[in-house]
């Protein structure tokens, strides 16, 4: 995003929006009909957040700061999870980074990318299951 009009940087929340305008922001229902679907579901919280909120089931964890390394074929830290040719959807605590980590995997080619908008907490609102350990 480039610098407003006015001098100041773009805000976080700012990007956020600008985010969820390049990508597909599905809601729980929407997810939930993916979910039976041949779809790779990432989560993007951190370790404390799964043990502390849980997760949805059949999530593939990983951490926003590796995301792009694993999402890379070229990075040594590639994971087979990610292939650019299968469908992808991104959730967090409440969807904001979601939204900024599934906008940068569209930029990296991946072209079948969403986001859970909302998040886990969407997610448990609209009455989805949480696993726990």
């Known amino acids: 995003m480039p610098e407003r009009a006015d001098g100041i940087h ?11 305008e390049l990508v597909e922001n599905l809601g729980p229902n929407q997810m ?19 043990r502390t909120q849980g997760w949805i089931a059949d999530s593939v964890r990983a951490p926003r700061g590796m995301l792009e390394f694993w999402a890379d074929p070229t990075s040594p830290y590639h994971r087979a999870e990610f ?11 409440t969807g904001e980074r979601s939204s900024l980590a599934a906008a940068m995997l569209k930029r990296m080619g991946y072209r079948r990318i969403a986001h859970l908008k909302g998040g886990l907490r ?5 009455g989805g299951p949480v696993e726990r350990s």
């Open 10 to 20: 773009p805000t976080a929340a700012e990007m956020v929006a600008e985010a969820e």
């Open 32 to 50: 939930a009909v993916e979910l039976g679907g041949d779809v790779v579901l990432i989560d993007i919280r951190e370790e404390d957040e799964n």
């Open 83 to 93: 292939d650019p040719n299968r469908r992808l959807i991104l959730y967090c605590a």
């Open 122 to 126: 969407a997610w448990r609102e609209g």
